[in-house]
């Protein structure tokens, strides 16, 4: 089940930690940046986090051997390498890149297929790669986080006050639980997400947490309210996608009003809802728009013969008159 811990965000206002402001911090990279409230509460649990992570070995690198360069992908390259030692990494996991001889590139994992490896480097490296170390790091993004928290300290961030409000507004929602599924734990956080302004559900892995963000996207859909799903990985967004379309009837599906922005990686996207995928839209307005363009020109034509009868009319109507 979901956790207990399931309810709004009360950050409460903390006093100022010791450190610097962000704009002195660009001339003194080492020095602490100051942060109050939520923003050195956030950081604060990040680090936490971060701790954790590596207290418990989350992060290695592993050798890489006979990188190849497959090609140019959407404003990186792809290269692909044979692994020293078996790997398991989800698709779209960061790490550190370390080649000899230069600092470490930030990569993504695009796929781990047996003992090979995919990944998407940033920049061209040649057609081969002889040898690498992939530094995987799943607290890389948390230590991004933080760096664009420190960044942006001073800048106004009206999206993220309103969010993230101490004075959290709202009440848990009524909910018709019958058409979802949920248990009471879910059906707590499926209430309190149409009700309050930001909800935090925490759970760990087999709780449930997809199938009550299917639950919340639909509910939000059904209330006439637009719904983004993002995540780090593509993987999780279409589970929660897979999750929200077992909720759905053929109608809003046709229409397209739920799409899957991108490539999914989950295979059954592409086999057995292809109606969730922008292509599968973009195919079929293209398709309605070169019908309607063919079905123009035969109006036209049409127009054009009357045209040229009428002109044959007025012809022969002007040559009577001469003769008159």
Same mark, same amino acid.
């Given at each position: 089940m979901v956790e207990d811990r399931m309810c709004?965000?009360?950050l409460l206002p903390e006093p100022r930690e010791k450190g610097i402001s962000p704009a002195v911090a660009e001339s003194c990279p080492n020095a602490e940046v100051a942060l109050t409230g939520r923003l050195a509460e956030f950081r604060s649990a990040l680090r936490q986090e971060i701790e954790a992570a590596r207290r418990h070995?989350? +992060?290695? $690198? %592993?050798g890489l051997v006979h990188g190849r360069r497959i090609g140019p992908v959407a404003g990186s390259v792809h290269y692909v390498f044979e692994l020293e030692n078996a790997l398991n990494l989800p698709g779209d996991a960061p790490g550190d890149l370390i080649l000899?001889?230069? &600092?470490?590139? &930030?990569? +993504?994992? %695009? $796929? %781990?297929d047996g003992m090979a490896i995919t990944l998407s480097v940033p920049e061209d490296l040649g057609l081969t790669v002889p040898c690498a170390r992939l530094? +995987? #790091?799943l607290t890389l993004l948390m230590r991004k986080l933080i760096e664009?928290? &420190?960044t942006k300290a001073d800048l106004p961030n009206v999206v993220? #006050?309103?969010l993230l409000d101490a004075d959290v507004h709202g009440s848990p929602a009524w909910v018709d639980e019958k058409p979802y599924g949920l248990n009471p734990e879910q059906n707590r956080a499926l209430a309190a997400s149409l009700g309050f302004r930001a909800t935090f559900i925490q759970g760990p892995p087999g709780t449930g947490k997809s199938k009550t963000i299917g639950a919340i996207a639909t509910a939000l859909l059904r209330s006439d309210r637009s719904v983004l799903i993002v995540s780090h990985t593509n993987a999780a967004v279409d589970k929660a996608l897979l999750e929200m379309n077992a909720y759905l009837d053929d109608e809003p599906r046709r229409q397209g009003l739920v799409i899957r922005v991108g490539d999914p990686r989950d295979i059954r996207l592409k086999e057995r809802h292809p109606d969730l995928l922008l292509s599968t839209h973009a195919e079929r307005r293209s398709q309605a728009l070169a019908d309607r363009r063919t079905?123009? /020109? /035969? %109006? =036209? &034509? =049409?127009?054009m013969e009357k045209v040229k009868a009428l002109c044959k009319k007025i012809e022969l109507h002007e040559w009577v008159c001469l003769a008159v």
């Open positions: 709004p965000f009360r070995a989350e +992060s290695f $690198a %592993v000899p001889d230069r &600092e470490p590139l &930030e990569v +993504s994992v %695009v $796929a %781990v530094h +995987s #790091d664009r928290i &420190e993220g #006050d309103r079905g123009l /020109h /035969h %109006v =036209q &034509e =049409q127009c």
